[in-house]
């Protein structure tokens, strides 16, 4: 156990102290569900500029070119959520979809695609879902199929979150029909500007268009926009998924909510009443403090583990659903500590905190959901985690 | 920075992990319990030839001098094992309280015999956490002690006692006059108490003891508590996962039925993120004084919230022999339960952290 930084890191974490009590008054987060705009794209040149961004992706794709090294990365995500400061674009292109590139893509595709995503000139949605392959995602149907160079792409895809504003689609379609249903998938990378495009925008219940249906009509996409090779789409996706998962346990987002909803039940009234007052409300508050310490340190321990190469086990599979869980949690206090007011939408003058803890508390169920339930969580953790039998085979498939 | 443990930390918890595994078993356990032993003796004997008794006793009085981490790794191995032995009260809460408030001449008396293995002393401390239940607590006047304390630990076969009274340590030789105990009839037998009496019993002062070092004591109590349930409930997960891999009902073993999947996994993602925080209360008990209590506050009170889920569920998926006497699964649901109630509940635990923030 050896908690220490080195000599390196603590100038490292310095350097980001500096440059946030510097610029931090540029910075300008990414309202969820919408497009970069001039003002969050110029906060983001400054850390790519800085090193802040896309540090690890090597220059020649519009990255910074450092050498790869994870403890800067949790010092950069530490100190911008310990300073309440956006640490630039985060979305699914920038958290997801680079990484995969730079693990899996052609040169061509990397130098394509990389450096505009980087800059949030490009924005990206992923098209995974569809109304009958949810869960059970291998059971996807839209339909790839060779024509000369190109692929002609026809089918539905669902839930697409932002696809309403982005350029691009990472797709994953059934090239090989006749294949077994995890080696027919190929991924696909398209212009959401293609001919044949159609998308139909779903609010949430936070009343935002967040996500969307997304339907293809001979959609036609040339070869090499492949990513992986053809019916190799399954483990291309799961790479991502790998890094879905990690973007959505963030216990240094969790401690910045934490820290708002301290604030919150020790600044105003409940009621009429100091909020503090309420022995229930507090006991809840420690509830949440304890699972948040231990996500931290748990996050620690899962660092070192990644530092070294080694495999967490149990203690890795276990954090996508504790801390979507724990997130949740934190939403739904911050409305019970606020009693009746805690009622009141974004459009009434009363609202605290501009109606933004009912829209967490419905994003944040949306994480329990999204990026893998928490009943598939369960069953990784079960199966994989301790060794119980997988699921039966489905019996009866349809179609 | 590297947040794990050291070669020589996973051998320590290894070795006292294989050692206890070879000598008690349910039976043995059930014999100390049945006749209120305080010590399974033959893994007590054994734990004193690994020096457990010695573990944080600093060198220069025959210890290892090893910190609490290594304590609380030990501790997750007595609740694994569920083995009554004086651990907490012993070998770590005396043995801390003599180390960091004892005058030179007691540390030399009693440590070097502590280490040793040739001698345990007892602990009384609960009512600074819990307050007074008797209607004559302890009370010191010109070096003699009257009253009564109850939950005394490791007291069974000590040859002393530490008492705390009025924000100070007194230290009682077990064969001091007007000095008396009754054991208590508690729900856990695996960690007997017992109520002490003292009747013009002559102590000595433990000189450097003040609120800081009482508050230390208690982190520690509260570290050591929340890896004993930690250990106590990943034995009971293990033996539900077992369970449900060889008992078959509708033709298939209870296993594949995602009922009592996803029950085990909720027990393992509730439990194993405490192991992280266990880990790192007990490094901030030795390197960050500035946190411990922080995080003590919050072992204790994770853990046993999730040590109490996991008791539960693990009895559930053993279905109607998970309740029987017979399995004796209900030996580490009770030891879960103790380590909750004991010294605070998880309750006060919160308020302690809450105030500690305010
Ligand atoms: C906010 C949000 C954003 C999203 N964004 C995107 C996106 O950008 N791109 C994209 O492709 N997808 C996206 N999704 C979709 C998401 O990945 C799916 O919702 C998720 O995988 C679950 O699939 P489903 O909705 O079809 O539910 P289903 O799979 O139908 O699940 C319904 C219920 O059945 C349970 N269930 C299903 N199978 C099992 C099983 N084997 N064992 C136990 N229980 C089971 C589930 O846990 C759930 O409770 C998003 C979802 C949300 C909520």
Redesign the interface.
Known sequence: MDLTLSPNHIAFRQAIREFIALYGDRAEGVIPGQRPGPKQIAWQALLLEHGYAGRFVPLEYGGYGAPYDIMEQRLIVEEFSRAAIPAGIGNQGISMLVPTLLELGTEQQKRDYIAPTLRGEMVWCQGYSEPNAGSDLAALQTRGVEDGENFIVNGQKIWTSTAHEADMIFCLVRTEPHAPKHEGISYLLFSMDDPGIDIRPLKTMSGRAEFNEVFFTDVRVPRIQMLGERGDGWRVANATLQHERAYLANSALLSQRYAELSQLIKENQRNGQAITTSQALQERLMQLQSRLLALKCHDLRLLTHSMKGTDPGIAGLITKLYGTETRYQVDVLALDAQGELGLLNQSDPRVRDGGVWFEREAMDLGLIIGGGTAQIQKNIIAERGLGMPREPKPVNKEG | ??????EDQIMLQDSVRNALTDLVDVASLRDCVDNQRSRHESAWQTMVQLGIPALLVPEQYGGIGLSM?EAALVAEEMGRACAPSPYLGSCILSTLALMHTGSAAQKQQWLSMMAAGNGTVGFAFTELVSGYRVTQPVHQQNGTLNGTTLFVLDGREADAYIVACDQQLWLVEANASGLTFTPQHTIDGSRPTLELNFNNTPAQCLPDANRTSIEQLLNAAWIIQAADSLGAAWKM?DDA?AY??VRRQFGR?I??F?AV??L???M???I??????V??AA?AFD??PDEVT??AC?AK??LS?AGHIVARKSIEVHGGIGITDDLGLHYWAKRIGQNRMLLGSP?DA??R??QHQT
Do not use: T
């Open positions: 920075m590297e947040f794990a443990l050291s981490l997960i996962v449900a891999q073993l296993g594949s995602q999947k996803h085990c996994a909720e393992a993602a509730d194993e993120p405490g192991r992280s925080l880990w790192y490094h390197n960050a922080l995080y919050h009170a994770l919230d309750h919160h308020q952290a809450m």
